[in-house]
């Protein structure tokens, strides 16, 4: 069974850093392309961060130049690193691995 798990979420001020990490199992981790993405209340989905097996990323707008997506194929782990949190990066933040698997989320919340 393919599980994606992930940890790392948590109480932040603004402009710290938390790194989330994705444990995943039941699949041929280095072939798949992952993501972090994210849902506020009230809104959508979003995409915050794409990696593909090559380690090729990319980012929405929103995050650019303060969050970093990479891998470990070793671990079967995804990370990402989220550096000057703001109020706005407030979410419950999911892991996704192509093209239909999705982790249960971490909740993180950037406050004061």
């Known amino acids: 069974q393919v599980q994606l798990v992930e940890s790392g979420g948590g109480l932040v001020q603004p402009g710290g850093s938390l790194r989330l990490s994705c444990a995943a199992s039941g699949m041929g981790f280095s072939i798949n392309t992952m993501g972090w993405y994210r849902q506020a209340p009230g809104k959508q989905r979003e995409l915050v961060a794409l990696?593909?097996?090559?380690?090729?990323?990319n980012y929405a707008d929103s995050v650019k130049g303060r969050f970093t997506i990479s891998r470990d194929n070793a671990k079967n782990t995804v990370y990402l690193q989220m550096n000057s949190l703001k109020p706005e990066d407030t979410a419950v933040y999911y892991c996704h691995a192509a093209t239909n698997y999705w982790g249960r989320g971490t909740r993180v919340t950037v406050s004061s």
């Open positions: 990696i593909t097996r090559g380690a090729n990323t």
